[in-house]
C-alpha cells in the first residue's frame, strides 16, 4: 500500500519545515550565528539522508550541495570536518594536506561561497552559510517534489519517520523512572 503525499506532508513539514524556519529565522540575524548555521545545515544534511536515501550518510546530501570537479572529492572529508567539528568541539577542524594547514572559514555573507582567502599566511576555505542554506533548502523542495510524484519514496519516508520516532526504553531502571514521572499513564 502506497502513502499519499497528503498522508505524509505534515510529518515532512515537521522536520524539514522546522529546519528550514529555525535556519532562516538565525539567517535574519546581524551578525549571525555562522557556527550554529553551519552545525545545524550539516545535521540537516544526515537527516535528508535518511528519509531521501536511506541512510544516516550526510556526506551524500552535503556533496550534492557543492559543485562538481575536486568538490565532489573532498566532500565527504569536508562534511566531516565541519559536522563533526561543530558538533562535538564547536569548531571546525584544520586540514592537513602533506604537512600545509588549510583552515575552513565560515562566512555570514561577506565573503563569496567556497572560495579561498589567506588568512595570516594560511589558506582558508570559506563557507558562506547563506549559500549553503539557500542550497539546502533547493535540495528540501526537490525532495518534497520527489515525494509528490513517487509512491516508493513517500512509503520509504513513511517506513522511516516511524522508525526514528520512538525510543523504546528497556532498561528496568529507566522503566521504573518513567513511570515514576509520568504517574498513572501506565494504567
Known amino acids: 500500500m502506497t502513502v499519499s503525499f497528503a498522508d505524509i506532508e505534515q510529518k515532512f513539514n515537521r522536520v ?3 529546519i528550514q524556519c529555525d535556519l532562516e529565522r538565525i539567517l535574519t540575524l546581524d551578525p549571525g550565528g555562522n557556527f ?16 531521501r536515501y536511506g541512510s544516516g550518510e550526510g556526506a551524500d546530501v552535503f556533496s550534492r550541495l557543492l559543485p562538481g570537479g575536486p568538490f565532489q572529492i573532498v566532500a565527504k572529508s569536508l562534511y566531516d570536518i565541519l559536522r563533526n567539528g561543530l558538533v562535538h568541539r564547536y569548531d571546525a577542524a584544520d586540514i592537513r594536506v602533506e604537512g600545509n594547514t588549510i583552515q ?7 565573503e563569496p561561497h567556497l572560495s579561498v582567502k589567506e588568512v595570516n599566511g594560511v589558506p582558508n576555505l570559506v563557507l ?3 549559500t549553503l542554506c539557500a542550497d539546502l533548502f533547493g535540495a528540501f523542495g526537490e525532495y518534497r517534489e520527489q515525494l509528490r510524484g513517487n509512491g516508493e519514496a513517500r512509503d520509504h519516508f513513511f517506513r522511516t519517520y516511524r522508525e526514528t520516532g520512538t525510543v523504546e526504553v528497556k532498561v528496568p531502571a529507566q522503566v521504573a523512572a518513567w513511570k515514576a514521572i509520568v ?5
Open 16 to 18: 524539514f519545515g522546522f
Open 36 to 51: 550554529a548555521v553551519a552545525g545545524l545545515a550539516a545535521c540537516a544534511c544526515e537527516t535528508l539522508a535518511r528519509y
Open 104 to 110: 575552513l572559514t565560515i562566512s555570514w555573507r561577506a
Open 128 to 130: 558562506n552559510v547563506t
Open 183 to 187: 504517574k498513572d499513564a501506565f494504567k
